[in-house]
Structures are given as C-alpha cells and as structure tokens.
C-alpha cells in the first residue's frame, strides 16, 4: 500500500462528498453577488482575529465581538449566505473529524 496513493484517494473521496459538493456550489453562488462575497469575507477575518486573541490567551477585543455579532446577524438574514454558513460549518467539520480519524490512527493527541 502506498500512502501517497491512498492519500490521493483520500482527496478523491473528498472530492466526491456531498458536503465538498454543496460547498462549492454554494460558495461559487454567493461569490457571485460581490457585497454578499465581501460581508463573508469580513466575518471571515474578524472570526480569525477573534480565535487568534483566544489562542494566544490575550483579551477578546470587545468591538471586534460586537462587529462580528452584527455582520453574522445581517448575514443568517440573508437566505444565500445563512446556507452558505451552514454548508461551510458541514464541510469543516467533515475535514475535522477526517484530521481526528488520522490522529487517532497514528496517536497524535491533542
């Protein structure tokens, strides 16, 4: 068995799933509307700024959070965006619990 081809097939695999599927449909949907594109775009950033202040133990910035809250809240507003975030969350946590699989089967713990 050769790792690099399983690997391969891995990819493949998630490729094929339904979660990659729904993803990309729904990501080339909203990227088509450019402020829809813009306002993920930002949450993107703020929620990256927000887990790197928890990571590194430093104190949330309390606008950061209400700026986060606030376009979160216009985004699940808008249908297209609501399932666009929902099929992100559902594809994450597919790649995740792969990555958990691998660790597990190699004893790489957290």
Not at 10 to 21: P, R, T
Not at 48 to 59: K, L, R
Not at 77 to 106: C, H, N, T
Request: proline letters at 1%; a negative charge; aromatic letters at 8%.
């Amino acid at each position: 068995m050769n790792v690099y081809d399983e690997a391969h097939n891995l990819a493949k695999a998630v490729k094929e799933s339904n979660e990659y599927k729904e993803y990309m449909r729904l990501r080339e949907e909203t990227a088509k509307d450019e402020m829809l594109s813009k306002m993920l775009k930002d949450l993107q950033e703020l929620q990256v700024a927000i887990q790197t202040a928890q990571i590194t133990g430093q104190t949330i910035d309390e606008s950061q959070m209400s700026q986060f809250q606030s376009v979160y809240a216009m985004l699940a507003a808008k249908p297209l965006a609501a399932e666009y975030m929902q099929a992100e969350v559902r594809f994450s946590m597919m790649v995740k619990d792969v990555f958990d699989i691998l660790g597990d089967a190699i004893n790489i713990t957290r």
